[in-house]
């Protein structure tokens, strides 16, 4: 999703870091979180920030 269509912050100052940091040369770091749909349904994703012009 590009940025301009993100609203709201959602993230500590500490998950941007953890996202913006790189594991080893290309690899993007990324953070295991809780989401919860309209049904109340429980689930884990993973997010990671995407390198745009970075090929991937």
Request: include cysteine; aromatic fraction near 6%.
């Given at each position: 999703?590009?940025?301009?269509?993100?609203?709201?912050e959602?993230?500590?100052?500490?998950?941007?870091?953890?996202?913006?940091?790189?594991?080893?040369?290309?690899?993007?770091e990324?953070?295991?979180?809780r989401?919860?749909?309209?049904?109340?349904?429980?689930?884990?994703?993973?997010?990671?920030?995407?390198?745009?012009?970075?090929g991937?």
């Amino acid at each position: 999703m590009p940025l301009t269509q993100i609203r709201t912050e959602f993230l500590t100052d500490e998950e941007k870091d953890v996202l913006t940091s790189k594991k080893g040369k290309k690899r993007r770091e990324e953070i295991e979180v809780r989401l919860i749909d309209t049904s109340l349904v429980e689930q884990r994703i993973c997010l990671r920030r995407w390198g745009y012009g970075e090929g991937g």
